[in-house]
């Protein structure tokens, strides 16, 4: 079946960039998504990735997807301490009528 | 952008009676609507799938007649957790889509059973 992993913890120095990884198995995912979760709030869309790119870029945020590893990373430049919270992958097989399946979440940890 | 509203908030409740949460799509028609549940410091476990004007499909091991859930329109879903427990105490999330569009999510709710 579908599997996501990330690791499950990162600490980086406030002003340094943040990689966060993960893999997934289902070849077939068309969309991977990143999302950010701070304590006691939901969601927030960070960035997707269609399966066909190998990059994307948004401000801050760079998505880097090797589609033969089955690997997706987050990169966060700058990183600041307002980026402390949990970052999940996310897989899909299509865009809505599917449900997504998400890693364990990494939690980020930003170091004044 | 899309924007899902979710209510309550945070709700507390005493062992044995019912909580309906709310999700509603805001500025689109949600034809799918996806209920999630969250232990501390878990990952999102999905509980159940309901398009709108059908039955949902719950996840396995999911129990459909204590959670149930309704989507009667394309902008509202509702969970409601039926005679809880204080295992059902839990962050419950919602996650309206629509074919091409995405996933939007609420923003949660943190119910307690006492």
């Known amino acids: 079946g579908e599997d996501v992993e990330q690791s499950l913890f990162l600490s980086v120095r406030e002003g340094d960039s943040s990689v966060i990884n993960c893999t997934y198995t289902?070849?077939?995912?068309?969309?991977l998504y990143w999302y950010k979760q701070e304590p006691g709030a939901g969601l927030q869309l960070l960035t997707y990735?269609?399966?066909?790119?190998d990059m994307k870029q948004d401000q801050r945020l760079t998505v880097l997807l090797n589609k033969k590893d089955k690997h997706l990373s987050l990169r966060i430049a700058d990183t600041q301490t307002g980026d402390s919270a949990i970052y999940f992958c996310?897989?899909?097989?299509?865009?809505?009528?599917?449900?997504?399946?998400f890693g364990k979440g990494t939690r980020l940890s930003v170091i004044a | 952008g899309a924007v899902v509203s979710q209510h309550p908030s945070r709700v507390i409740c005493k062992s044995g009676t019912s909580v309906k949460i709310e999700c509603r799509s805001l500025?689109?028609?949600?034809?799918?609507m996806f209920w999630y549940r969250q232990f501390p410091k878990q990952s999102l476990m999905l509980m159940a799938t309901?398009?709108?004007?059908?039955?949902?499909?719950?996840e396995q091991g999911v129990e459909k007649d204590k959670f149930l859930i309704n989507h009667a329109s394309l902008t509202l879903s509702t969970l409601t957790v039926t005679s809880a427990h204080p295992e059902d105490s839990s962050f419950y999330i919602c996650?309206?889509?629509?074919?091409?569009?995405?996933?939007?999510f609420g923003s949660g709710t943190r119910l307690t059973v006492v």
């Open positions: 996650s309206a889509s629509r074919q091409g569009y995405g996933y939007t």
């Open positions: 289902d070849s077939s995912s068309t969309y």
């Open positions: 990735i269609f399966s066909n790119m």
């Open positions: 996310a897989e899909s097989l299509n865009s809505g009528n599917t449900p997504l399946v």
């Open positions: 500025d689109f028609q949600a034809t799918t």
């Open positions: 309901s398009n709108e004007g059908s039955k949902a499909t719950y």
